[in-house]
Structure formats: structure tokens, C-alpha cells
């Protein structure tokens, strides 16, 4: 084992040969990276022998927490009985199939078939491909132009960053046309005097007025994250996502919600479409699906799409080597019973209230803390330059980067987006470990306080 051999210098050799996602590579290795060697429950350790609590559930997916030996013992049992099969021609396997039945059954609405892929990229890609193919098939080609939002994050496929709202990922390659956006449900940073609920409609209304330019004959589909992740944990006001359905069916526009983040127990509900009464046509799934445990996502299909897909359009001409892996989906179906028999939602809604409460008693008052908010166990600290006016920091960015480096000191992992610190630990933390994990936070957000001041 390479592990084993101690004198075996690590971080030069990932400066050497590795290229990271999401990295600026001169920067990156001006100071030693961390190497993860192993995780239990909600910690990782790393070889320098930190216990590290594990605020993101890796990269928002180990719903189950690190270590759960049904994932391994149903990995294992698949291997050992059938490794690999693919499901292009003519074949299936049980699990995948098992599993499309499984998730259709769970799911909101009429979402009542399955397609696989492995990552929630691939996800979100087959199901833009399918709503132009259902507009395609339907006679109306010209609907292909798809909506999405600024900070929206959708993946790294061309396609998925295209319907994404991040700005330097449409610099690098990924700016293509009949895509479009509109402005995020972002209430601190774009709220003004409104009300939430207020600005809640506003913000929807945005989509409407899009509609108008665009024309709805030439739209395919709006696609959002029901909480927008990576754009700084953008929770909607209550009022938006109902706005949103009744302006997409009014404009016969499809509904895609990509609940890569947000499905599987995130918000207090199994998906986020019910947390926020959302009516989607199409929704993407990854992440949690697994646990993270093994690569694998899912696109659900209501039955507007798939009448079509099924029985108009002949050869969907779109699919993966790895659709449907048997493993994949096995640790799957151990993973859903996981959430099921440990109520994984409700204890997400419930301890998401006590990280909350706990959260607002340490920081609440702190000059730099311009708000705190949460749905389950999916949350944001947003930084402020000024409590009062809720103004951002001159060279945004600097202060979160800062304050995830003291968080990491501390023996913490939080995200920075922008100047915003998100969290969304594993959903079996305890509340000993919410304990912990609230006092490291103050620890950083403190220690910032003090650097930046
Ligand atoms: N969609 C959403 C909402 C995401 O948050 C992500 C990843 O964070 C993706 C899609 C892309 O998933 P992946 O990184 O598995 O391709």
C-alpha cells in the first residue's frame, strides 16, 4: 500500500501530476494541501492526524455520514455477483431496475420514470436534452432556449454550465447560445426595503418578464435549484417557487428542478419540491442518492415528457457507458433504506432547528454576521462589512476565503461562496457534534473578525 510508505512526499507529487477541479493551480499548492486518509460518522482525518468535522458532508453529499457498513456490504455483494452490466441494448440488471421503481414510487407528482448517469452534470445534461427532444418531437423545435439563473450552478458540462449562472465558467468555454438568465430569489443581497414575501413575487416576476423578450414559442424550459447551493445557499422566499410553476404552465414552458443538493433529505423533506411546493416535469438527482459513496445520478420524468419520450419520439439518441451501474445502484437502494428507517428527513428538519437556534446564540449579534439562514440541514452565514445595511465587502470574496481558512484551522470544514459561509454537514450529526461544530464556527468567524477589522 503507498500509504504505508512514509517517506513518500505526497503533496509534491499531487503538485507534480494532479490537475484539481475548481482550483487555481500556481496558488494552490503555495502552502501544503491536506490529505484526507479517512472519515467516520461526520469526521475526516488527514495525515497530519486532524479530526476534521465535516460541515459540507464532503461536497453536500454524504447524507448517511462516513463509514456505514451497508453501503460497503451492498457494494461488495454486487461486485462479487455482477460487477458490471450495461443497459443500452435490449438488457437490464436488477438493481437498476429495482431502483427506478423505487425512486419513481418516492418521488413528488407524476415524476414516474427513471434515467441514469453518473454524475449530477450528466444529470442535468440528459434532462435539457430531453426537454428540447420533447419540443423537437412535438413539432415546435424553435423552443429550445433555456432559462436559468445567475449563481444558478448546474455542472460543469458545457451544457450544465451554459444553464448555470456562474460567470467565469460562461467565460471559460461555456457560453453558448439559447441560454438565458435571470436574477436569483436572493433576498439579503437583492432585497432592498421589500418584505421577503414581497420580494419573494418580485423576483419570480423576473422570469415573466424574460418570457416577454424571449417569447415563450422559443423557450424549452425554466431549470432552478429549489435552494440555490452553490451560489451561497439562496434560500426563496415562501412565495416564489408557486409564482415560478404558475408562470411556467401559464407560458407552456417545462419545469426542470435540479435537486442534485437539495434531494434526499436536505431540506426536512425527501426532495426539495415538496419543501417548497414546487411542480416539476423534470427533476436531476445525484449527490445524496448515494451518499457520495460511488458515482451515480438520476434524471425522474413526469409523464407530460415521457408519453412523449416513450411513444412519439422513437431512439432517444443519449446515454452512458455507466447508466444504470449495478453497484452504483445497489449502494443506492442500501442508502434509501438507510434514510428511510432513520428517518433521515425529519431528523434533518429537526436538527436543523437546533443548529439554528444554537447558531443564533453564538453569532447572531456579532457585528460581522449580517444573517443566518437554514432550511434542515442546508444553511448560510452571510459575512457583512455592515449589519445595518446588509452591505457586502468591497473585494467580495476575501473575508469568506479568509474565514474558510480559519475554519479549516480549526479543525472545520465550511464553504465560502463569495463572503458567505454555507454548511451542510452529514444529516446523522448529533447534537453533541452541532455543539462542536458551532463553537469551531464562532472560533473562525471570530478570529476573521479580528484579521479583517
Ligand atoms: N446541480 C447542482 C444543483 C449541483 O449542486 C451540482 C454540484 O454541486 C451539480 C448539478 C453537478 O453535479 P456533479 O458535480 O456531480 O456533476
Redo the contacts with the bound molecule.
Sequence with gaps: MLDDIATFDWQAADAAYHLHPFSDHKTLHQEKIRIITGADGVFLTDDRGNRILDGMAG??CVAVGYGRRELIDAATRQMQSLPFYNTFFKTATRPVIALAERLTAMAPGDLNHAFFA???????DTALRMARTYWITKGKPEKRVIVGREY??????TL?AAA?GMVDMHRQGARLPDFDHVMPPYWYGYGGQMSPEEFGLYAAKQLETKIKEIGADNIAAFIG?PI???GGVLIPPETYWPEINRICRENDILLIA?????GFGRTGRMFGAETFGITPDLM?L??GITSGYI?L?AVLVGDRVADVLINETGEFYHGFTYSGHPVACAVALANLDILENEKLPERAARMGDVLRAKLDAALGDHPMVGEIRHIGLIGAIELTSDKRTRRFFEKRGRVGTICRDHCFANNLVMRAVRDTMVFSPPLTISEAEIDEMVARATRAIEATYDAVR
Excluded: F, M, N, R
Excluded at 453518473?118 to 442535468?124: K, N
Design positions: 461536497l453536500w453518473c454524475s449530477g452534470s450528466e444529470a442535468v444558478g450552478y448546474h455542472g460543469s458540462t450544465g448555470g435549484e440555490q447551493g452553490a435540479d435537486e442534485v443538493i437539495c436531476t445525484a449527490k458515482p445520478s
